[in-house]
């Protein structure tokens, strides 16, 4: 039984999962074999299984928040050497060669690679990963970090296109696994969070008055300050044009997820005074890098929940329903 091993994976989307056992991945030239210690249960994965995201390879190991240790070496790499710890993020490959990739813009490579998306990923006990896109960043928790890895990056990219330090009084649309991260990081910059989440849920609401909020609220209320931008980490279209009634002439609103339900139409004045409306894509190693060095600094202390790998629909349906305050992880 030594070179199979137990992974979730997705047949067809609508599915739940499946607990099977399958061939541990060999590394082919350039990669590197991980064994998981940790791997984060992300919203975009619910979107790949649900059918949102359509063009996953299957059968799909989903996961793209990985931390694991290297198991194996594939030809012609020398590092990161087998033992140390590494992190596998969301971005995978990238072709070097496109536009995008030529103007440093690998978020956007048109024949970019994604873990658990068109890559397996890691929601198993092993994975296979192109070394020149893991993070050999030297971690003890590996299921405080995992969280860091898409939830963190994304909300940091988001953060850093809605202005950065620049901003003062910031909204966030949806507290979750990225808002909790991304509020430390600004609290310790200064800036004043106000917290838009479902109407109701003041389980979230109190958690984010916790990390620092000066208001938590329902996003059907009005926002109590005028915000210099707004972050969205919700994946629901209306809340667009009511963050843009929320921010100031010039603030930007800023999309982090990979998908969203339909923006209803809006009048042109909520748009108006030079108002910006933007998503964010996948992440640069850049970012990773950033971002990777910075959180510890801050610092920035995730809250996760663990599941058994074999408990990975469980931990979905609890990100599906809202039932989490932070960030699901598998631990295989
Ligand atoms: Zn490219
Ligand atoms: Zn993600």
Same mark, same amino acid.
């Given at each position: 039984?030594?070179?199979?091993?137990?992974?979730?994976?997705?047949?067809?989307?609508?599915?739940?999962?499946?607990?099977?056992?399958?061939?541990?991945?060999?590394?082919?030239p350039g990669?590197?074999?991980?064994?998981?210690?940790?791997?984060?249960?992300?919203?975009?994965?619910?979107?790949?299984?649900?059918?949102?995201?359509?063009?996953?390879?299957?059968?799909?190991?989903?996961?793209?928040?990985?931390?694991?240790?290297?198991?194996?070496l594939g030809e012609g790499v020398q590092?990161?050497?087998?033992?140390?710890?590494?992190?596998?993020?969301?971005?995978?490959?990238?072709?070097?060669?496109?536009?995008?990739?030529?103007?440093?813009?690998?978020?956007?490579?048109?024949?970019?690679?994604?873990?658990?998306?068109?890559?397996?990923?890691?929601?198993?006990?092993?994975?296979?990963?192109?070394a020149?896109?893991?993070?050999?960043?030297?971690?003890?928790?590996?299921?405080?970090?995992?969280?860091?890895?898409?939830?963190?990056?994304?909300?940091?990219?988001?953060?850093?296109?809605?202005?950065?330090?620049?901003?003062?009084?910031?909204?966030?649309?949806?507290?979750?696994?990225?808002?909790?991260?991304?509020?430390?990081?600004?609290?310790?910059?200064?800036?004043?969070?106000? &917290?838009?989440?479902?109407?109701?849920?003041?389980? %979230?609401?109190?958690?984010? *008055?916790?990390? !620092? #909020? $000066?208001?938590? /609220? @329902?996003?059907?209320?009005?926002?109590?300050?005028?915000?210099?931008?707004?972050?969205?980490? &919700?994946?629901?279209?209306?809340?667009?044009?009511? %963050?843009?009634?929320?921010? *100031?002439?010039? !603030? #930007? $609103?800023?999309? /982090? @997820?990979?998908?969203?339900?339909?923006?209803?139409?809006?009048?042109?004045?909520?748009?108006?005074?030079?108002?910006?409306?933007?998503?964010?894509?996948?992440?640069?190693?850049?970012?990773?890098?950033?971002?990777?060095?910075?959180?510890?600094?801050?610092?920035?202390?995730?809250?996760?929940?663990?599941?058994?790998?074999?408990?990975?629909?469980?931990?979905?349906?609890?990100?599906?329903?809202?039932?989490?305050?932070?960030?699901?992880?598998?631990?295989?």
């Amino acid at each position: 039984m030594s070179d199979s091993m137990r992974a979730m994976r997705l047949h067809a989307a609508g599915k739940p999962l499946e607990l099977e056992h399958v061939a541990r991945p060999t590394p082919g030239p350039g990669d590197v074999q991980v064994r998981v210690l940790a791997c984060g249960v992300c919203r975009t994965d619910l979107h790949v299984l649900d059918g949102e995201l359509s063009e996953p390879r299957l059968p799909l190991i989903p996961g793209h928040e990985i931390v694991g240790e290297v198991t194996a070496l594939g030809e012609g790499v020398q590092t990161p050497a087998p033992g140390t710890r590494v992190r596998v993020p969301w971005l995978g490959w990238t072709c070097g060669e496109c536009e995008s990739c030529q103007a440093g813009r690998e978020n956007l490579c048109e024949r970019a690679e994604f873990t658990g998306y068109t890559r397996d990923g890691g929601y198993a006990e092993y994975c296979v990963a192109d070394a020149r896109y893991c993070f050999p960043l030297d971690v003890e928790d590996a299921q405080a970090a995992a969280p860091l890895l898409c939830a963190g990056l994304i909300g940091y990219r988001t953060w850093r296109l809605a202005g950065g330090e620049s901003n003062r009084r910031l909204g966030i649309y949806g507290f979750g696994a990225a808002a909790h991260i991304l509020a430390q990081l600004a609290v310790a910059r200064g800036q004043e969070i106000y &917290a838009f989440t479902r109407p109701g849920d003041t389980q %979230a609401q109190d958690f984010a *008055r916790r990390l !620092g #909020a $000066v208001w938590a /609220g @329902g996003s059907d209320e009005a926002s109590p300050e005028r915000l210099d931008a707004a972050l969205l980490f &919700a994946p629901v279209g209306a809340l667009v044009p009511s %963050a843009l009634a929320a921010v *100031r002439p010039g !603030g #930007a $609103v800023v999309s /982090g @997820g990979i998908h969203m339900s339909d923006i209803p139409s809006f009048p042109y004045r909520l748009l108006w005074e030079e108002r910006s409306v933007k998503s964010v894509a996948n992440l640069t190693r850049r970012d990773g890098e950033e971002f990777l060095t910075l959180a510890p600094e801050v610092p920035i202390n995730t809250e996760t929940q663990a599941y058994p790998l074999e408990q990975a629909n469980q931990a979905l349906d609890d990100l599906r329903e809202g039932r989490l305050s932070g960030a699901a992880v598998l631990i295989p």
